[in-house]
């Protein structure tokens, strides 16, 4: 396998799908550097940012 195929496909290899949310809350700078990945995340079909 090549360097790039490996690059590619350790992270969905570890990739998780968690089934239960820890209780405490996120805090709002956990919010905000989520939003703000979500932001500059590629979307589908080039469909817009939300507003």
Do not use: C, T, V, Y
């Amino acid at each position: 396998m090549s360097e790039h195929s490996e690059r590619l496909i350790d992270p969905i290899l570890q990739r998780r799908s968690p089934r239960a949310f820890a209780e405490r809350e996120p805090s709002g700078e956990q919010l905000r550097l989520l939003f703000e990945a979500a932001r500059w995340a590629a979307s589908s079909f080039n469909g817009q940012p939300w507003r």
